[in-house]
Structures are given as structure tokens and as C-alpha cells.
Nanobody, 124 residues
Framework: VQLQACGGGLVEDGDSLRLSCVAS????????MGWFRQAPGKEREFVAS????????RYADSVKGRFFISRNNANNSVDLQMNSLKPEDTAVYYC??????????????????WGQGTLVTVSS
């Protein structure tokens, strides 16, 4: 599976942005998908996940109520709608995939496939 993320950019405090990640390969519908981010000088952190059966959606506390993850299995894509962006949301955002499994959706090391990252910069 190869992942290609796009949609990053420079926005202002309070703006919205939508990230997209398209997967190549077969059986996309069998993969759990996640978004992670890494801010300058910080470790990578979990942002959101949606499992392969689309009955488990998780968010980091820092983005709950502002970010929304969705997937379109027909298009092999997963999106991250980001609203009310804050300067602290500035980071490189990565999409990730793993074969569907139960639990640990927020643990990056459980994801085998990673996209190249897309930079989101929120100015104050």
C-alpha cells in the first residue's frame, strides 16, 4: 500500500483546511486508517483514526470537536477536515494504514504504511 497525502498549506488562526490521503493497492476497505502529526521539535502524535469497519472513530483530545475523519472506500481515500485551526495545530500531518485489527488505534507503531506528510502551518 502506498499513501499520498495532500491538502496542507498556510492558513490563519480559526481557518479550516481539509487533508486528503489516497491509497494505492488493493483491499483498502480492509485497512484501519489514521492521521498523525509531528510539530517542529516534538514527537509524532496521534490525531484521528477510523477503522476498517467504520464503527470506531477516535480523536486526540486536543482536536475533538474541531477535526473530523472520514473515508471513502470507493475512492481509496481518507480525509481529515480540520476546523477552527490554532497555531498549535502547526505540524506535518501523516496518514497511515494498517491491516484492520482490534484496538490500539492511536499507537503509531501499529501502522505499517505511511504517507510522505503534508505541512500545515497556522499563523496567529
Amino acid at each position: 500500500v502506498q499513501l499520498q497525502a495532500c491538502g496542507g498549506g498556510l492558513v490563519e488562526d480559526g481557518d479550516s483546511l481539509r487533508l486528503s490521503c489516497v491509497a494505492s493497492g488493493r483491499a483498502f476497505s480492509r485497512y484501519d486508517m489514521g492521521w498523525f502529526r509531528q510539530a517542529p521539535g516534538k514527537e509524532r502524535e496521534f490525531v484521528a483514526s477510523i477503522n476498517w469497519t467504520i464503527d470506531s472513530i477516535r480523536y486526540a483530545d486536543s482536536v475533538k470537536g474541531r477535526f473530523f475523519i472520514s473515508r471513502n472506500n470507493a475512492n481509496n481515500s481518507v480525509d481529515l477536515q480540520m476546523n477552527s485551526l490554532k497555531p498549535e495545530d502547526t505540524a506535518v500531518y501523516y496518514c497511515a494504514a494498517r491491516v484492520g485489527r482490534l484496538g490500539n488505534y492511536g499507537l503509531g507503531f501499529t501502522y505499517k504504511y505511511w504517507g510522505q506528510g503534508t505541512l500545515v502551518t497556522v499563523s496567529s
